[in-house]
């Protein structure tokens, strides 16, 4: 297991289309699964994605708090999910507006209107088959990572690039808009307002 660098907006491990994973259970996804957990929980995010640490597969990781405002000390791990060449689709047509970050776009957070319920199927680390339903921040971070396996950064999917700021600055929209100003930089936002 290895903290691995993790990969910035503008390298184009970041923009490339992810390669299916062949093989789940390989012991070299095992580990790269490993070193995703160790970079993940190291950088304080609740999510990753493999073309993070610069491998162009489809592997996720994320956690789906119930209290989204969640620290890292708070999360359990019956509320974490690790999925292999995922697929989401989108069930209905409302959307929600949320504030995200993002570990490979540090010091920032943005304002993203995503849809509010979505399933996905995927496979475990197991190699079995995983399918769900999500909405709230589940969705959300689901559809965030996932997001990363196309190569699409949070910022790309925006309508109103006035509410992309930085994480200090942050506190102005969150008092205007009632939030809790106290997370630090996580790879998603936490609070969401219905749009
Ligand atoms: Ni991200």
């Known amino acids: 297991m290895a903290i691995r660098k993790i990969a910035r907006m503008g390298h184009p491990v970041l923009r490339q289309p992810t390669a299916l994973v062949v093989d789940p259970t390989a012991p070299e996804i ?3 699964i490993a070193d995703m957990f160790a970079t993940m929980v ?6 990753i994605a493999a073309p993070q640490v610069y491998e162009s597969m489809k592997i996720v990781m994320f956690y789906t708090p119930e209290d989204a405002a969640a620290r890292p000390d708070d999360l359990r791990d019956k509320d974490f999910a690790i999925l292999i060449n995922p697929v989401v689709t989108v069930l209905g047509e409302s959307r929600e507006a949320g504030w995200e970050g993002c570990l490979s776009v540090p010091g920032l957070r943005g304002r993203v209107a995503r849809p509010a319920h979505i399933g996905y199927r995927a496979l475990g680390p197991d190699g079995r088959a995983v399918e769900r339903e999500a909405r709230g921040f589940h969705a959300r971070v689901v559809q965030h990572e996932c997001d990363h396996l ?10 109103d690039m006035t509410k992309l700021v930085f994480t200090s ?3 102005h929209f969150a008092a205007a808009e009632g939030l809790d100003d106290g997370e ?12």
């Open 42 to 47: 190291d950088a304080e995010g609740v999510g």
């Open 184 to 195: 630090a930089d996580a790879e998603n936002g936490q609070e969401q307002e219905k749009e």
């Open 150 to 159: 196309d190569g699409v950064l949070y910022p790309m999917q925006m309508d």
């Open 169 to 171: 600055e942050w506190k």
């Open 30 to 32: 095992a580990r790269l």
